[in-house]
């Protein structure tokens, strides 16, 4: 199994829902992260989990608050977005090393109205 | 400080020639270098990577990327193009002596193969 699995596809919220994204992988890779995604553009790192402990935070706001529940899932939780948050969140996945590829799934389109 | 440079936002080719995707890079330390594959709506795809060795690298779907230290560059490639290629490429660095678990990505070119 070399998936990352990221549900759901679609959702849209308003600005005073409460929402989540999850993320799952059976790879056994021990780091995993949250990548925001404009269209047409790089990704740009959220977070990184190692070890499920938060290893980086790219001073993200507190509206987006990550969580590492076992070495398998990781979620994103989401409250009081804003509609410049609109985005494709990406969840990925590696062993740990620098030399080590990241296997991404397929996202997570958001849409804040 | 990293940066990854991808000097083409569009490559146009078509199917059957050769394709090159530019890349070059800057890191303080020795580099390891990516380069992954978005379809639309997608998320990225690995195609190969540079650790040490070979400066040629070969990978998914007939793709291939030359390291040049030199020039400080991983430019990659396909001998011949096919229309399904079409899609956006980001080239992806890490720093081997930082330690850290962040990739920095190029902003992404992207590759329309012609019929």
């Known amino acids: 199994d070399t998936e990352v699995t990221q549900t759901p596809k679609h959702l849209v919220m308003g600005m005073t829902n409460k929402k989540s994204l999850k993320c799952e992988q059976h790879?056994?890779?021990?780091?995993m992260y949250w990548y925001k995604q404009k269209a047409k553009k790089p990704p740009e790192l959220m977070f990184v989990?190692?070890?499920?402990?938060?290893?980086i935070n790219e001073s993200v706001p507190s509206r987006f608050s990550p969580e590492c529940p076992n070495s398998s899932l990781l979620n994103l939780h989401l409250h009081a977005l804003q509609p410049e948050d609109s985005a494709l969140y990406l969840c990925?996945?590696?062993?740990?090393?620098?030399?080590?590829?990241?296997?991404f799934g397929q996202g997570t389109r958001l849409t804040v109205v | 400080a990293q940066s990854v440079a991808q000097p083409e936002d569009q490559v146009n080719v078509a199917e059957g020639n050769p394709l090159t995707v530019k890349c070059t890079y800057s890191?303080?330390?020795?580099?390891?270098l990516f380069w992954y594959v978005q379809y639309p709506n997608r998320g990225l795809q690995f195609l190969l990577k540079?650790?040490?060795?070979?400066?040629l690298v070969k990978g998914s779907y007939g793709f291939e990327a030359e390291f040049n230290k030199s020039q400080t560059s991983f430019h990659l490639k396909k001998p011949s193009a096919l229309v399904s290629d079409s899609a956006l490429y980001f080239c992806?660095?890490?720093?081997?002596?930082?330690?850290?678990?962040?990739?920095?990505f190029g902003t992404g070119t992207r590759l329309k193969v012609l019929a």
């Open positions: 990925a996945s590696s062993q740990r090393g620098s030399n080590t590829e990241a296997f």
């Open positions: 790879m056994g890779h021990r780091a």
């Open positions: 989990y190692s070890y499920e402990k938060l290893s």
């Open positions: 890191v303080s330390g020795n580099p390891y």
């Open positions: 540079y650790i040490t060795g070979d400066n």
């Open positions: 992806a660095v890490r720093d081997a002596t930082s330690g850290t678990y962040k990739y920095i």
